[in-house]
């Protein structure tokens, strides 16, 4: 062969080389911007729904926020409602507490007596008036009632009964109340 078709080969195939060469680079260079562009908005739509998401959990979380707030002040009133009502029962059982001291004192200091009404047909002596008669008073309805005194050791006990059972009924009240307090 002529060295000018070598030439000419030669010059085709360094054509065709670069060419295709040339092809390749522009085609990969296509390809790049067009998975460029792609990761661009593939990554966008990540971070979008990331902003969402993110908005979401802060949306959430200053709802919880906002929940426990009313929580603690809802708390916060029954504990100052209960607290009054604490105050409340303790100075009904300070003053029960003193009305039944004075008592105690009064019966101690024979400055009251307490007394029964007898049934007049159970004790009834045969011949009188069987027990200690008391004159009607001026506000007693009951003409004549016989009526016993009882001892002081004996009142004072009945006055600690009735004491017991007025704390207890005022220990209930209070317990009732703080029930409905905290149903509410």
């Known amino acids: 062969m002529s060295l000018n078709w070598r030439v000419a080969l030669l010059a085709v195939a360094v054509?065709?080389?670069?060419?295709g060469r040339g092809a390749w680079v522009w085609q990969a260079s296509e390809y790049g911007k067009q998975l460029a562009e792609q990761a661009a908005g593939y990554v966008q739509q990540l971070a979008d729904k990331d902003r969402a998401h993110g908005r979401e959990r802060e949306e959430a979380a200053a709802a919880?926020?906002?929940?426990?707030?009313?929580?603690?002040?809802?708390?916060q009133a029954l504990e100052d409602r209960l607290q009054e009502q604490g105050k409340t029962h303790w100075k009904e059982m300070n003053d029960a507490q003193q009305t039944q001291d004075r008592l105690r004192d009064r019966l101690a200091t024979a400055d009251l007596r307490l007394s029964v009404l007898v049934d007049s047909g159970a004790f009834?002596?045969?011949?009188?008036?069987?027990?200690v008669r008391e004159a009607a008073g001026t506000g007693s309805l009951v003409h004549g009632a016989v009526r016993a005194q009882l001892d002081r050791a004996h009142a004072q006990r009945i006055v600690a009964i009735t004491d017991e059972g007025d704390r207890g009924l005022i220990a209930l009240q209070a317990c009732q109340s703080y029930v409905r307090e905290v149903i509410q």
């Open 15 to 19: 054509g065709l080389y670069a060419g």
């Open 64 to 75: 919880a926020l906002k929940q426990l707030a009313e929580q603690k002040t809802q708390r």
């Open 124 to 131: 009834a002596a045969p011949g009188g008036d069987g027990g």
